[in-house]
């Protein structure tokens, strides 16, 4: 049987993840360790309610005792997917970032290197790599991230692999590009675009709309991070992409054309601080090893969109909760100073 420390498994890649596993291999075992933050959601894990093999426990990657609880349930892989995600977030207040996502890793992988354990995952970005004018990163491309949360995840980024550098954790460090699909917490562009566009509310695109983002659909995510997990090697890095490489307002327009809403409900509001223009990610590591994503852009987003109109009890409840607080504090103003496309 393989054991799984999954930290971060009640968020949106996390737990997406831990369906993929337990839905892929029946003897195994998901230790899901989650703080739940505003952004972690036990209604993503619901349907997992009986489910023995899922082990939910609440506790924070940068507190030793909570991570000793975990590693405790007996861990073979860690899969660290627990992290502050929210770049503006990060702009307006890092002191989390670098709690979670430098010092949590930290803690994270210092008991791993005390126990032994088999597999580390560090769960990276391609923002990592800052933004590309030309061509696209690769593995050995120079980071230079350029935000509070790209800066603390290129921190625990590099910190992992330190690990496998001088005391030979065999560490693994997967960077991704963004992930779009079902359980993403609706602050994010597609989620947050898709669920104002069901409401007939404003969407608020950022400066002119044409940064490029390469997206990659949740579940071919999870089968990326499952093959490095077989087929990897320790002290590695891998990038992630989904080669789908769009314009925010060509996303927004396949959007609204997918739900049948006009195309005035988009609102160019001013820019996000420091806004990286282009993320782009060559994938040709992985590509030669065998893996390539499976899901096409315009399927996915379809599923995608359909996903959020039907299950408009996951997401209503967080819209009226916490997120409203955060929705007018950054928003109100910049929607009322805007223009309509
Ligand atoms: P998310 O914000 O949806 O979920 C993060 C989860 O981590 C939440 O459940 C939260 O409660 C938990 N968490 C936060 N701080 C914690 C702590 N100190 N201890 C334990 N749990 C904590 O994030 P996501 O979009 O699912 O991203 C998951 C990982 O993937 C992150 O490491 C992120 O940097 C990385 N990533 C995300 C994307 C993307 O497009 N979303 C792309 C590439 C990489
Ligand atoms: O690239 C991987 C990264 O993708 C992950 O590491 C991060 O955790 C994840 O949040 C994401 O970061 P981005 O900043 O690229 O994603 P976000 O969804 O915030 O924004 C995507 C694009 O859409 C970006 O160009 C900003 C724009 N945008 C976003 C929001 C929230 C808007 O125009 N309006 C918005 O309201």
């Known amino acids: ?13 996390g737990s997406n993840f831990v369906h993929y596993i337990l839905k892929k291999y029946r003897d195994v075992q998901v230790v899901n360790l989650d703080k739940l933050t505003y952004a972690g959601n036990l209604d993503n894990l619901k349907d997992l309610k009986g489910d023995k093999r899922h082990i939910f426990i609440k506790g924070d990657i940068a507190c030793e005792r909570d991570v000793m609880k975990a590693y405790a349930k007996g861990v073979d892989i860690v899969v660290n997917f627990a992290a502050e995600t929210h770049v503006d977030r990060s702009i307006g207040d890092p002191s989390d970032f670098i709690k979670t996502d430098v010092q949590g890793v930290y803690c994270l992988i210092e008991e791993a290197k005390r126990l032994g354990i088999e597999k580390f995952v560090q769960i990276s970005t391609d923002e990592v790599y800052g933004s590309i004018a030309k061509g696209s990163a690769s593995e050995e491309s120079p980071l230079l991230p350029s935000n509070p949360y790209s800066a603390s995840k290129a921190g625990g980024d590099r910190l992992a692999y330190s690990y496998w550098a001088t005391y030979k954790v065999p560490v693994i460090v997967t960077r991704a590009s963004n992930n779009y699909g079902p359980y993403q917490y609706p602050e994010k562009f597609i989620s947050l675009f898709v669920t104002n566009a ?18 990659l659909y949740v579940m071919d995510h999870c089968d990326a991070i499952d093959f490095v997990i077989g087929n990897g090697k320790d002290g590695e890095t891998y990038n992630i992409g989904g080669g789908n490489e769009k314009e925010n307002r060509e996303v927004v327009d396949i959007i609204l054309d997918a739900l049948g809403k006009p195309r005035s409900l988009i609102r160019h509001i001013e820019d996000r601080l420091g806004h990286d223009r282009r993320y782009s990610l060559s994938i040709k590591k992985l590509r030669a090893m065998g893996w390539k994503p499976k899901m096409s852009f315009e399927k996915g987003l379809r599923e995608t969109v359909a996903w959020y109109r039907d299950n408009g009890w996951w997401w209503k409840k967080i819209k009226s909760g916490e997120f409203r607080d955060y929705y007018t504090k950054h928003y109100a103003k910049r929607l009322s100073e805007s ?3």
């Open 1 to 13: 049987m393989k054991r799984y420390l999954v930290t971060g498994g009640a968020g949106f890649i």
């Open 198 to 215: 069901i409401e007939d509310q404003q969407l608020p695109l950022y400066g002119d709309g044409k940064n490029v983002r390469d997206w």
């Open 339 to 341: 223009k309509a496309r």
